[in-house]
Each structure stands twice: as C-alpha cells, then as structure tokens.
C-alpha cells in the first residue's frame, strides 16, 4: 500500500515536471516568435523607407527578408520588387543588370509560392521585366507572356504586355520562322478580346462616375482621382488598340482576307467561333461588299441568331440596299446585346445610318447609345456634326443661323470630357466649328452678347451667346 502511495506520488510529479517543461516551451517559443515578428517587421519598415528614398541598400534588407520572413506579410514582394529594380537602374555592367533582372523573376516567383492567388500578375511581369531590360530573347519573352496569358489570364492587365505578346508573334510570321497568318489572326482576336474587358470594366465604372456628374452629384478628391486614372488607361488601351490595328491593317487587305477566308470557308461553315471572327474582321476592314462576307453572316444566324449574327446580317442587308431589313437587325442585335458597349455601338451604326435621311432619328438614336454608355464620345460627336449641318434649317437671320456653330462646338467639347481616347479629334473639329460662328466684331455689332438664342426648329434647343 505504501508503495503504490510513492509510485502515485512518483507518478505526479513526473506529470507536473511534463506540464512545466511544455510550458516553458510554449512560452520560450511565443517569445521567439514574437522576436522573429519584431525583427521582420523592422527589416520591412526599414526596406520600405530605403525604397522610398530610392536608396539602392534597400536590396540588403530585402535579402534578409526573403531570407528568414518569406511568409511574413506580401509588401515584402511589392516593395521588393521595386528594390531591385533599383538595382536594375543602377547596375554598371550588362551582367549585373542581367543578375539583377533575373533575381526579379525569382522574387516574381517567390511572392506566387508565399501569397498564392495574390493578384499581382506576376508571370505577365516576367515576361515585360526581361523585354523593357533587353535582357534574353524574344523567343523567352513570348514563352512567359504565352505562359502569362493562358495560366494568369485574369491578371493580365497590362497594356504594353499585350501589344508586346502581339508584336513579338507579328515579328515572326513576317520573318517566316513557323507563324501562320491565321495563328496572328487568331492571337489578335484573343488580344482584342482581353482588351475589349479590361476596357469594359473600366469605362463601366467611368460611365457611374459620368452618369452622377451628370445628374450635379460632387465626387470625392479620391474619386476625382480614380475617374483621372480610369480615363488615362482607357486612353493607353485605345492607344494598344490602334497600334495593333496598324499592324493587322498591314497584313488583312481585302486582297488578302478574301481569298483567305473562302478558302477556309467549308472547313469551317459550321464553327461559330471561327465564322464570328471572320465576319468582325471583314467588316471591320471594309470587305463586306463580297459575297464571302454575305455567306459567312448567314451561316453564323442560320448556326445561331444571337446578337452579333443579328448585327452583321444588317451590314449585309445595308450592302443589297434593303435599309429597312437592316434596320430590323441591327435593332434584333441592340435587343439582344448585354455588354453596353456592343449595345452603344449598334445605335450608333443607326444613328449614322439615319443622319443622311432623318436628323430626328439620327439624334434619337445617338442619345440612345449615351444612354446605355455615357463615355462613348462618339454619339456626341454625332450629334454636333448634326447640328453643324443645320444652320440652313434653323435661325430667324445669319447670325443665328451660325450660332447653331457653337452648339456643335459645345458637343464636341462633352465629347472630348467623355472618351478620352477621342480628345484630339474633338478639341480639333470643336475650333473649327468656333471659328465658323459669329466673330467677336459680329458679337458687338449684333447686341446679342449674354443673349439666348433658341433654335425652334427640329434641334429644340438654345444657346447663349458669349462674351468674346
């Protein structure tokens, strides 16, 4: 009995000496711990403040940081990134700028192993990291934005990463090593459709902006910022877009499209994909007069009456001359379309197709497509080109006849306010049409400065005369 009392006893304070030393390591591994979070987060603010300074020593505590905190917190990655591409900068050899380039593709990959799913688009800024540094080959470029594009879709986002994946493939078809021309079509399709997205997105948000601006609503310094940011990118995508339209330009002439794409017709008469892109290509480059064009639109409605097979039987119908048909499908197509931007763009069409018969229509038309997108510059400029045409039709004498100029003009300038990417064209044709209205002498000799003038005829609408 005595005994087993020592072996209990024994027995308990062995497990009080356990529960002590796991104690102990518990609290000895906390304070580690919390030394090791100390020294991490230190390492990081003083990185960050040497990246600040575009001070090139910052790439010391990065490499500690990458070191012993990999995992500690992803401004490790973003601040990172811009400490060695200070190292970049600074480099003095090719083969330190080289070692440098490369070890950004290491932290790239190193801040997709630590922070998964991080949204940074890190396998695309691989790609553009070696192509702005002239570092590797174009062939290594391609692969890691081809690589980019199909496995990091979503965060591909960056413009120049776009026109370069394209160029690169455009490069090599015309210098013959394995790239065929319907492989540059197809990769300009896919680019496009990329582009047409992140645009999207971007003039969505824009047209909430316009549409409260619109409505006397005030933004906010942080949205004022946002609106100039947004409107500033869609201007460097359209840029993308132009510029890749040149290049296609260079390469799809009707003389080429044409034969290129009845020979692929029968092949391919029942895949939808392949007739859509064919049809958008041969409209868009003024090939629809052909007969092709006639055949693949209705085989694309007969495969499926959806909204773009809609609109391109109305350009085919526009061809035979039957604008009443066309109408009716290219009101099907409005109908049927969900994207604003495809909507916009069909009322457009009809608006430009009304604007040599029916003013009222035209206009009606072209508020239409404002409606569903108010950033498309386009329908104003409409609008003003409409209201320029007009002096003969509206005025009681030729002073205000030629006030109608300076309504044009005032829509020209929301046109320019709306769509960037149409800035220029719209501050040009604005001047023009206030060149052509009343001059400051006309102004004086007439009284009528601060005066509203009112157009009562089909425009509706007035005008103060200004103080020149």
Sequence with gaps: MKKEKLINKYLQEEKMKTKLTLLFIAIAGFFVQAQNTEACTETLS????????????????????RKD???????????????????????????????????????????????????????????????????????????????????????????????????????????????????????YDDISKKLDEEEKELSEENDGFLTREEAGQVLSDKEKTRKARIENSLEI????????????????????????YQKGFELNKTNEEWLKRAASRLDAKGCDSDPIFSKISEALYKLNPSADAAYQLGVVEIQRKNTTKALDYFNQAANLYTDNTK???????????????????????????????????????????????????CGND?????????????????????????????????????????????????????????????VGESIVVPSL
């Design 398 to 458: 030729q002073f205000e006849k030629r006030a109608m100029y300076w309504l044009a003009a005032q829509y020209c300038d929301k046109a320019g306010a709306v769509d960037s990417s149409i800035k220029a064209t719209a501050s040009k044709t604005a001047a023009s049409y206030r060149a052509a209205a009343p001059s400051k002498t006309e102004i004086f000799q007439s009284g009528k400065a601060g005066q509203r003038v009112a157009f009562n005829c089909w």
């Design 69 to 187: 905190c990999p995992s500690f917190h992803k401004s490790i990655y973003s601040f990172g990134e811009l400490a060695i591409k200070l190292k970049i900068e600074k480099a003095t050899t090719p083969q330190d700028k080289e070692k440098y380039v490369r070890d950004l593709l290491k932290l790239y990959d190193e801040h997709d192993q630590h922070f998964p799913n991080n949204g940074a688009g890190n396998k695309m800024k691989k790609g553009l990291a070696l192509f702005e540094n002239k570092i590797g080959t174009s062939d290594e470029v391609y692969q890691l934005l081809d690589d980019a594009f199909k496995t990091d879709y979503a965060n591909f986002k960056y413009a120049k990463a776009m026109y370069v994946y394209f160029e690169i493939l455009v490069n090599k078809h015309k210098a013959n090593k394995g790239v065929e021309l319907q492989q540059v079509f197809d990769k």
């Design 237 to 260: 995508f359209g840029n993308v877009r132009n510029d890749m339209d040149n290049i296609v330009l260079e390469l799809s002439t009707c003389e080429k499209l044409i034969p290129f």
């Design 46 to 65: 003083l990185m960050t403040t040497s990246v600040k300074a575009k001070d090139a020593t910052s790439y010391d505590y990065l490499t500690t940081l």
């Design 343 to 393: 909507k916009a763009n069909v009322y457009y069409r009809i608006a430009a197709m009304y604007s040599k018969s029916n003013k009222v229509q035209a206009r009606t038309y072209a508020r239409k497509a404002l409606s569903v997108k108010p950033s498309f510059g386009k329908a104003y400029l409409l609008i003003a080109q409409l209201y320029g045409s007009s002096i003969n039709d």
